[in-house]
């Protein structure tokens, strides 16, 4: 099946509800205008049941089909930005200062709403649709907090898909993985103590900078020494900060990072070999020193069945040479997994074409790939509902 003809139709439409949304961007949970929007449209859609303050300012939609009874299948789009200044040039830049969808999150908000509107026309289906839009993915685990809160025993979903746009894959095309698609994170604060004192005599002090930067050279070896090669395995220090003057070597240094991996067993290792490390520079050089480990997102695992039903629906919509089945997995994050740890499901990536890459401040969202998002919905629903 090709790109829906009513999908087409709404492309300019949706197209509009996402250049509103993308100038007025919110962050994490704080989607108060956000989630007024979503839910004022749902209604309009005439969905029938629209629940709102879940995980805050989440939403639920539940679109009833004409064909009977049946499962509940659950459709989740992201609505958060990112604390990003735009420099994107468009005319619908953001109206909040240093606020900015540079992920795509209006995008995948509006498609989703075209979607439900379609189905809410149409009702094509057995059973029930529910469109979930969630609150805080980047960084604040608002889908683990929708789960935390009993959204799927409350509206009896089975099943539960989700959609991210890929930015350098050409639209209308489709790509996703069984098994690990994206990677668990972990958030690493190192606080190194030394003795401070005059710079101009480094013997009387124990200086915390020389022996953090030994620390920041030596975490790499947790990848080039300590991890099986054939494992994905990510460590990035990306902050470093220590003193204040020319002539003054400080008390303290802190560097900061992430730790990305597929497997459990790799960021257990990562972890304890992190430790193993810094206390041991530390203590070389005479200073303490403390990590500071939050494991934070867990893998995005994508259930074997539901992803060959993806890769089967992605193929109708836009043909099976415009879909990858066996990708290579993302080191980025997804918080999307605590779903998929709750329910079997599928995540896909949808092309965004030649743009910026994410979390760029010249990033937006390509209007030209709401109608096969729109499509793959709907298919999607319609055939995993067929009566």
Known sequence: MPILNRAAEL????????????????????????????????????????????AKTGIVGIIRGRLGDGPTIGLRADMDALPITEESGVAHVSGNTGKMHACGHDGHTAMLLGAAKYLAETRNFAG????????????????????????????GISRVFGMHNEPGRPVGQFATRPGPIMAATAEFTITV????????????NVDPIVIASQIVGALQTIVSRSADPLEALVVSVTKFHAGEAYNIIPETAQIAGTVRTLRKEVAALAEQRMKAIV??????????AHVDYDANYPVTFNHPQETDFAVKIASEVAGAQ????????????????YMLEARPGSFVFIGNGDTANLHH???????????????????????????
């Open 11 to 54: 492309q300019q439409e949706v197209a509009a509800w996402r250049r509103h949304l993308h100038t007025t961007p919110e962050l994490g949970f704080d989607l108060f205008e956000t989630s007024a929007f979503v839910a004022a449209k749902l209604r309009e859609f005439g969905v029938d049941e629209v629940v709102t303050g879940i």
């Open 279 to 288: 206390q041991g520079i530390a203590e070389a050089g005479g200073a303490t």
């Open 193 to 204: 103590r030394g003795k401070g004192g005059h710079a101009a005599f480094p013997h009387k």
């Open 128 to 155: 029930q649709v529910a469109v979930i839009f969630q609150p805080a993915e980047e960084g604040g685990g608002g889908g683990a907090v929708m789960v935390r809160e009993g959204m799927m025993e409350r509206f």
């Open 361 to 387: 401040p010249r990033y937006d969202f390509n209007d030209e790939a709401i109608p096969h998002g729109i499509s793959y919905w709907v298919r999607l629903t319609e055939t995993a509902l067929a009566a």
């Open 322 to 337: 415009n879909v990858e089945p066996n990708m290579s997995a993302v080191m980025g994050g997804e918080d999307f997994s």
